[in-house]
């Protein structure tokens, strides 16, 4: 959730090196290993995930963001709006432990569709009165986009 939240905001990402293929630590003098370079000892499914944020960021040229817009901020989730010259995705973030089913607001709700997200989620389910329901796993981030017919 952290690395896709860094990704989505303004500014430049950074991390710290093995962050991204889980490298641990401990204690002084443990605190950071020397880097693995056998990529068997990686967690080859984290480092995945850091490629995709970095392909997201990427593609909606995210380090250009002009508008970042909190949309929904309740108890342990946020959803926001970030855009661009681009156009703009929804970022939803549940940092509870269970899920959270969030309505947004009328003025948010196009036809969206799910990008990237860091858990199994369903797609936002279109309510009556035009809002958009969206359901959030525990632990989790997802970024949404508005979905264009052809």
């Not at 991204?20 to 630590?25: A, F, Q, T, Y």
């Not at 949309?71 to 010259?85: D, G």
Request: a negative charge; hydrophobic letters at 45%.
């Amino acid at each position: 959730m952290a690395w896709l939240f860094l990704c989505l905001i303004p500014g430049a990402p950074c991390i710290y090196y093995g962050d991204e293929i889980g490298l641990d630590g401990r204690h002084d003098p443990d605190c950071r290993k020397g880097f693995p370079w056998q990529r068997d000892a990686w967690d080859v499914d984290l480092y995945d995930w850091y490629q995709e944020c970095i392909r997201l960021r990427g593609k909606y040229q995210l380090g250009r963001a002009e508008q970042l817009q909190v949309v929904i901020a309740e108890s342990s989730t946020v959803v926001f709006r970030i855009a661009n010259a681009t156009g703009s995705l929804l970022c939803a973030f549940n940092a509870g432990s269970v899920e959270v089913t969030v309505d947004l607001p009328a003025n948010e709700s196009e036809a969206v569709g799910v990008v990237l997200a860091g858990a199994a989620m369903l797609g936002p389910e279109r309510r009556d009165g035009g809002l958009i329901r969206l359901s959030i796993p525990p632990r989790c981030g997802a970024v949404l986009a508005p979905v264009v017919s052809t």
